[in-house]
Every structure is written in structure tokens, then in C-alpha cells.
């Protein structure tokens, strides 16, 4: 099945339009953004400037400045809304410094906050958001397969197959998987 109806190249370059455009929406300068997210300003204008591809960390830290969930970022980058969305038509985003994988089996659309996403995340991968894109962000995990932990609120969770997480986003969270095991999860996102 093919993963991308975005390739890496084309989604990178409208993730740095999308981001130069946010930070100039709100009469940003690199140097307030870089104090807002902790993110450098070398690797902001990097970012914009399409010359490097975005981390998860990096993107949570971005999305916790302009107060959007990740998803929101992804779907202003993707098309316009189309209600059905085939599997090999689903945008499919990694970050391989990590092992993390996201597909987002959601039909894009900007108007409409729901969202369900397949995750993976490799053996020893961890992520790590220092906040959230918008505080009270309600999430649904479902591990469907491997281990995963998850940090949130202060409060580890280790799930197995089956399990599900339900959880509001008022702070720091983490997943991480064990050194020998990957995961795969969907995360409803309301």
C-alpha cells in the first residue's frame, strides 16, 4: 500500500510555508518565537526556510506557542476536505530521528476538530512534548499493538494490547517504548 499522498519533500516545504505564515500572522519576529517555543531561532528560520525537516519535539514545541494540537498544524498543510479518504491516500508523516511515525486516517479537514491518528513508534523511541498544543486537549489512546508508556499529568501509564487511555493535556507528556518492543496506536485527538 503507498503511505504518502504527500511526499517528505512536499510536505516539508508546505510545513515551512504553514509555519512562516502562523509566525507572520501574529506579527512574530524569529526572536519571540524562539522565546515562546525554547526552539533556536537559527533552527526557526531553518525550518521556514525549508533547508531542514521538522522533529516531533520541535513541532510540539511550535504548536504548544500557537496554541494548536499537531493535528491542526498537519491539516493546514494537507488538501481540502473530501469526507471519505482511502488508506493510500492518508498523509503519512514521520520523524526518523525518533522512530515515530503518524498517519492520519482522519479525512483532512480545518474545520472540524476531531481527529484520529495511527502511530508507531519504534523500539526505544521516546517523545517528549513540554506542553500542550492547547491546555484541556482531550485525547483517546488505544495500543492495538506492542508496549507503549505513556507520561501525562505527572502520572505513568504502561499499556498492553487492548488497553485504552483517556486523558486531558494540561502539562508535560511522554511516550516511550522498551528497548525490544515497538508500538502501534490510535490516538483520537477531540
Known sequence: MNETLIDDVTIDRRLAQRLKLLRNER???????????????ATL??????????????????CAAYG???????????????????????TVWHDPSVGFRRRSLSPPAQTLAGEV??????????????????????????????????????????LRPGDCLRYQLFGPSAFATPDDTAARYLLFIV
Open 27 to 41: 506579527g512574530w519576529s524569529l526572536d519571540a518565537l524562539a522565546k515562546l517555543s525554547t526552539v533556536s531561532r
Open 45 to 62: 528560520s531553518r525550518l521556514e526556510n525549508g533547508e531542514v525537516s521538522p522533529t516531533a519535539s520541535v513541532l510540539g514545541k511550535l
Open 68 to 90: 494548536l494540537p499537531m493535528s491542526r498544524l498537519m491539516r493546514m498543510v494537507e488538501d481540502d476536505y473530501e469526507p471519505l479518504v482511502r488508506p493510500d491516500e492518508q
Open 117 to 158: 491518528l495511527e502511530c508507531r513508534l519504534d523500539p526505544g523511541a521516546q517523545i517528549v512534548y513540554e506542553a500542550p498544543p492547547r491546555p484541556g486537549l482531550e485525547h483517546h489512546l488505544t495500543l492495538l499493538e506492542g508496549a507503549l508508556q505513556v507520561e501525562v499529568n505527572g502520572r505513568v501509564h504502561h
